[in-house]
């Protein structure tokens, strides 16, 4: 498959980075695959469904960046890591914010609106 | 060896990659930058279709448009298209024959115009059953967030394309190598937004 051989060290270490993204695509797959897989074949109720839908996306998000985007808590990953954690948290107080202020004006204007 | 092979998309190009591994490193943070600009604003067209969900209008709503196989089988062309990138990633890395990267690179875009197409499709048969973007304000925060993605998605695959060029002409010098490995991570993280697409848009719309 290569076209020059590598030295050992190099090819085990090969090895381990493709079995890393092996085992990513497998999880990511499971992790796709529940939540289709429930909404097109259960009747189990909306809430339920819910709950497991964010579950399964939250945790794939996390697959995706450890498996795929390599972001650990390795020491030389540090800083992207932080990158990433502050802007999601700057993320989640301007999504917040937008849900709770425009739902507190939907069930105070327009109550049958309010979901 | 005592220091960890590091295995970002960026910095992971290692020691026969010299030249190319020291300049990816601030070029890889300053993308990651870039990628969290673009997250925000992802997220926060994300809050805007969850608020707009309720401003139907008497018009068609999710589970009148939206097919659950068709966004299944985006899905998998997307989750593939990331894995082989990844697989072109390692070929880079590990410089294996040449070949190989550009077979891997080229699946890879197969895959991104094979989603981009039947994204296409699916938002014409949307279309016709009366889903335009200015039906309500629901089907406009819709097709301000999906279609985007669509966008950036045909963004990376022209990027690919004149990667794809630049290999062709330059052979795999170090801005070859230092714009491959940024494109891996706009690659992968699209993919992450996806993710957030068919969980909370198509699964959300359908469940």
């Avoid at chain 1, 897989?37 to 945790?59: E, K, N, P, W």
């Avoid at chain 1, 996390?62 to 390795?74: C, S």
């Avoid at chain 2, 022209?158 to 706009?186: C, E, S």
Wanted: net charge neutral; with cysteine; proline share 3%.
């Amino acid at each position: 498959m290569s076209g020059k051989t590598l030295s050992n060290e190099r090819a085990q270490e090969r090895a381990s980075e493709l079995k890393n993204y092996i085992v990513g695509f497998i999880l990511a797959l499971v992790l796709t695959l529940i939540p289709f897989g429930l909404v097109a074949f259960t009747d189990i109720s909306r809430m339920q469904l819910y709950g497991v839908i964010g579950l399964c996306a939250l945790i794939q998000i996390i697959v995706h960046f450890r498996f795929f985007l390599h972001i650990t808590l390795a020491r030389n990953k540090r800083e992207d890591l932080q990158l990433i954690l502050f802007s999601v948290l700057i993320l989640a107080i301007m999504c917040g914010g937008t849900l709770w202020i425009i739902f507190n004006l939907y069930t105070r204007m327009i109550p049958s609106l309010a979901l | 060896m005592s220091t960890q092979p590091s295995q970002h998309p960026g910095l992971n190009l290692g020691a026969p990659h010299a030249e190319a591994h020291s300049a990816n490193e601030e070029f890889v943070f300053g993308f990651w930058v870039f990628m969290m600009s673009d997250l925000i604003i992802f997220g926060l067209l994300f809050a805007t279709y969850v608020t707009m969900l309720g401003g139907q209008a008497g018009g068609p709503g999710p589970s009148d448009l939206f097919e659950m196989k068709s966004a299944f089988i985006e899905t998998m062309l997307l989750l593939v298209s990331s894995f082989t990138f990844g697989m072109a990633s390692l070929s880079l890395k590990y410089r294996e024959d040449k070949k190989w990267l550009i077979i891997w690179l080229l699946i890879t875009l197969v895959l991104g115009l094979a989603f981009i197409g039947h994204e296409l499709l699916d938002f014409n048969k949307m279309f016709d059953k009366g889903g335009v973007p200015s039906r309500s304000g629901f089907l406009s925060a819709f097709f301000a967030l999906v279609p985007l993605h669509g966008l950036h998605v045909t963004s990376a695959c022209i990027w690919l394309l004149a990667l794809l060029g630049q290999i062709a002409v330059y052979g795999l010098d170090t801005n070859v190598k230092v714009g491959l490995t940024r494109l891996a991570i706009l690659w992968h993280f699209l993919d992450i937004v996806w993710i957030g697409i068919f969980s909370l848009v198509y699964l959300g719309g359908l469940a």
